[in-house]
Every structure is written in C-alpha cells, then in structure tokens.
C-alpha cells in the first residue's frame, strides 16, 4: 500500500509499506482522508521535540522510525479481525489515535490518560499511522460516525476534539461569555464547540489577518488584538464585566496577559496552546477576582462523541480554513503549514 512514511528530520517518503492485517480485536479500516497536525510539523522539522524517543523501541508498542506518519483519520472498515462484534465492514468511523497507555501511573489512574508518559499513539509511536491507504486499529478505537456525515467530518473529529475538551475544561453555561484567542484548528474548534454548548456572546482574538477573515466568514466575532483594542471589545461584548472564560489556543505571551486580563471575577481561563517562549504571570491578578488559569490537553472520549453529534447537526463549517491535496504533496502540505499558509490541511488517501 502506499504510504508517507517518516524517517527522520525532514526526510518523509512516499512508498510502498506492507497492508497490514486486523488481529484478534482489531479492524482493518480503509482511510479516506488524514489530517496534518501541529505536532506533525513540529516531528517532521524539529523530531528531537517530539516528547517520546522515536529513535527507542516504545516500551508499551515496541514502534521506532522509520513510523507512518497521521494521526488525525477517518475512514470505512474493509476487514474485522477475529472475535470483532458491534461493527461491520461498511460501517465509517473517526479513529481515535490513542493505542495504549501503562494504566499504573498517576496520570491513568487520576482519569486523565492522555498525560500518560507511555501513552502510544499512531502516527507517532505506535505502529500504523493515518497517511497510508489501510490502518488497522483496535476496534474500541472507532467511533463511528451517521449516515449522511462525510468521511471528510469523521476526519476533523481529533483536531476539534481538542478545541472541544477545553470547552468542556472552561465550565461554561449556555448563556455565557467568552473570549477565544487564536484561530488556528485548535481556536476554531474551540470556538465551534463553544457555539455548541449556546454561549453566544463570544469573541475571537487573532492578529492574523487570513486566519480572522476565515472565521469571520463562518459567522465569528473577532478583533486584531495588535492593530485594534481588545480590551476595550470585551468591555463592550460583556458590558464590562469581562468574560466568564477565556480558551487560549494561541500560544503567544501576549496573548497570554491579555487573555487574563480579560477575565471576570470568577473567571476560568483554559491553556490549551503550546508555548515556545515563556509568559509572565501576576498571581495576584489571580487572587483578587479568585480567577483560575486550568490546562486541557488532548480529549475524552465523549468529547467524540458531542462532537461527532454537533457534526450531524451541522454544526461545524469546513469552508474558507479546511483544504485538501492528495498524499503525493504531503511534504509541501507541512512546508504550507509551517510558513503560515492556510488552516487545516486534510490529505486525500482514498
């Protein structure tokens, strides 16, 4: 089958890998579309970054590179392995990338896997990854998505998921306030899933001019934090007051003060973006308002599952920041990504 396997720094091939075979539990799923992420850009230039030894066998998976790189995919299942039940070949799915964690540590036994140190994932250090043509995956992975749901929305499910479980970090109420900073994948998702949970006063804050006007376009209040003033947009959306929550997906120190200075008393701001260069924090802008600054990384499986639910009822927009490219231009999809150009890339497998 036909695959972009990673070898190491910016060495990503498209070849012939091995169509792989569904075990005793497992699936065998032909994948439509995978999605480039953050965190593959991040492998793909800079691999001693990444936060697992890619070079070492995985002490849960045994994986090391060379690895198929993907792990945002959604796809059709095509072979159930032995002793498979609640599927069947036809049925389409999201795949959810995570294979394993230790289920010991603090982190599994707190119910927060997803900060497991051994924690494995397709795409990066478990075997099998999203960019090839066939994956197999076990069948608890799948979260199978409605007739009617393109194979391209099953695709998107990670990616908003992590927009998602900040949502669900916040606290927010129907009704609420709410500031979003950054309109990368991560802001728009959070954004979406916020709309979902019926806050409707929301602001969106992002100097880039491109990413602004693709939010915009799907119906988002938003402000150029540099050129314009945004304290004074919150003061006008909140009559105020400040906002009840604050989701960082920017990833920037200034955006970072903003963010906390917008915060009503009582507030919650939600970290969900990766910082290169450390902020600056007062902790007693914290202490007088009793404000909270909380992290969110990753998702929950429901969080799936109220996105998979808000898709099927149209609520999540692809046009103006999703764009597709077929696996042969992969290698200039993360150069795209890198230089600023465009949103949410989607690679067309089959």
């Not at 695959?3 to 498209?14: M, P, S, T």
């Not at 970054?49 to 796809?75: C, M, R, V, W, Y």
């Not at 916040?170 to 609420?176: A, D, L």
Request: charged share 20%; glycine share 14%.
């Amino acid at each position: 089958m036909k695959a972009a396997v990673f070898y190491g720094k910016e060495d990503l091939r498209i070849e012939e890998a091995p169509e792989p075979t569904p075990g005793p539990g497992q699936v065998k799923v032909r994948v439509a579309y995978a999605g480039i992420c953050g965190s593959d850009v991040h492998t793909y230039f800079s691999p001693e970054s990444n936060p697992f030894d890619l070079e070492t066998p995985h002490p849960l998976t045994g994986a090391k590179l060379p690895q198929i790189l993907g792990h945002e995919l959604g796809g059709t299942i095509v072979e159930l392995g032995p002793g498979v039940t609640g599927v069947e070949v036809g049925d389409r799915a999201a795949v959810h990338p995570i294979v394993a964690t230790c289920g010991e540590c603090a982190s599994c036994r707190g119910g927060v896997p997803m900060t497991c140190r051994l924690m494995a994932s397709l795409g990066t250090n478990a075997n099998g990854g999203g960019l090839a043509e066939y994956v197999v995956v076990g069948v608890s992975q799948l979260h199978l998505i409605p007739e009617g749901l393109e194979l391209r929305m099953a695709t998107l499910v990670e990616p908003m998921a992590v927009g998602w479980h900040a949502m669900v970090r916040s606290g927010v109420r129907p009704g609420g306030t709410a500031l979003v900073l950054g309109a990368g994948p991560i802001g728009i998702g959070a954004w979406n899933a916020l709309r979902a949970r019926g806050v409707e006063k929301l602001l969106v804050s992002e100097p880039n001019a491109e990413r602004r006007a693709a939010i915009a376009a799907l119906g988002a209040r938003t402000i150029d934090p540099v050129a314009d003033d945004l304290a004074a947009a919150v003061g006008e959306l909140t009559g105020g007051e400040g906002v009840q929550v604050v989701i960082d997906a920017a990833g920037a120190p200034a955006a970072f003060t903003a963010g906390v200075a917008s915060l009503a008393p009582g507030g919650r701001m939600v970290e969900v973006a990766a910082y290169e260069r450390p902020a600056e924090i007062q902790p007693t802008d914290l202490m007088i308002g009793e404000r909270e600054i909380v992290g969110a990384v990753g998702y929950q499986p429901d969080d799936w599952d109220g996105i998979i639910a808000a898709m099927a009822q149209g609520g999540y927009e692809t046009t103006g920041w999703v764009t597709e490219r077929e696996l042969d231009d992969v290698v200039d999809a993360i150069h795209a990504l890198r230089a600023g150009q465009g949103s949410k890339i989607l690679i067309r497998i089959g």
